[in-house]
């Protein structure tokens, strides 16, 4: 059974960076999978912000206008979420999750964590 | 970005009947080539992430119950949930994933009557 685990800090001041990790369980992140982040925010809804392949390969939503980074530690079996110069707008849920491929659904889902932006 | 409208937003339906949730693209999500609908619909119960149900358009996944199907090309496509049971409550949500970014539909919620 494939569990993802998000952590890292719940509250985050503006302009600061936000850091996210995601542990994953009962699989290897150097399968073939793509593994992404994805926000969740009453005022947006669900917004994909990026995925990663084990080898570093990364893709990004423009919207974020290049503050996203997404990393991978494959001895650790995670990776990690890095948005810089956070505001307001980026209060939301940030889940972990398998995506089957570069173009393909998203399967397995973390339990996710809140993140308020706030001073 | 591919923008993808639901509707209705809400539906309120009796326990044991059909009911069918719209999704929208703003341009096709199909290769009609090669029989692919890029979009998968998810559930989502209060408190927890979403639940994959169906990816391709169709394809139903490994657990999610027969009552649940999926239908549509092009840029027109359908959630039908028959029998409707309690455990149905939810917010349901169509992505597609043709193009980046990945985009999601703003969710339709449905409930019992």
């Known amino acids: 059974q494939v569990v993802l685990q998000e952590s890292g800090p719940g509250l985050v001041k503006p302009l600061e960076t936000l850091s996210l990790k995601c542990k994953i369980s009962?699989?290897?992140?150097?399968?073939?999978?793509?593994w992404s982040w994805v926000r969740q925010s009453p005022v947006k809804g669900l917004e994909w912000i990026g995925k990663?392949?084990?080898?570093?390969?990364?893709n990004y939503n423009p919207s974020l206008k290049s503050r996203a980074t997404i990393s991978v530690d494959t001895s650790k079996n995670e990776f990690s979420l890095r948005l810089k110069s956070v505001t307001a707008a980026d209060t939301a849920v940030y889940y972990c999750?398998?995506?089957?491929?570069?173009?393909?659904?998203?399967?397995?889902w973390g339990e996710g964590t809140r993140v308020t932006v706030s001073s | 970005d591919v923008v993808m409208t639901q509707f209705p937003d809400s539906l309120a339906v009796s326990l044991g009947e059909t009911t069918t949730v719209n999704c929208r693209s703003s341009?096709?999500?199909?290769?009609?080539?090669?029989?692919?609908?890029?979009l998968a619909w998810y559930q989502q119960k209060q408190g927890q992430p979403p639940k994959l149900l169906i990816s391709?358009?169709?394809t139903r996944e490994s657990g999610v119950p027969d009552r649940f199907s999926g239908s549509g090309s092009g840029t027109e496509f359908a959630l039908t949930i028959t029998n409707l049971q309690p455990e149905d409550v939810a917010v349901y949500f169509c992505?597609?994933?043709?193009?980046?970014?990945?985009?999601f539909g703003q969710g339709t919620r449905l409930q019992i009557k």
């Open positions: 341009r096709t999500i199909s290769y009609s080539s090669i029989n692919k609908n890029y």
């Open positions: 009962g699989a290897s992140i150097s399968d073939n999978n793509w």
């Open positions: 999750v398998r995506d089957q491929g570069l173009i393909s659904y998203m399967d397995i």
């Open positions: 990663i392949f084990h080898t570093g390969n990364s």
């Open positions: 391709w358009g169709s």
């Open positions: 992505q597609q994933y043709y193009t980046t970014p990945q985009t």
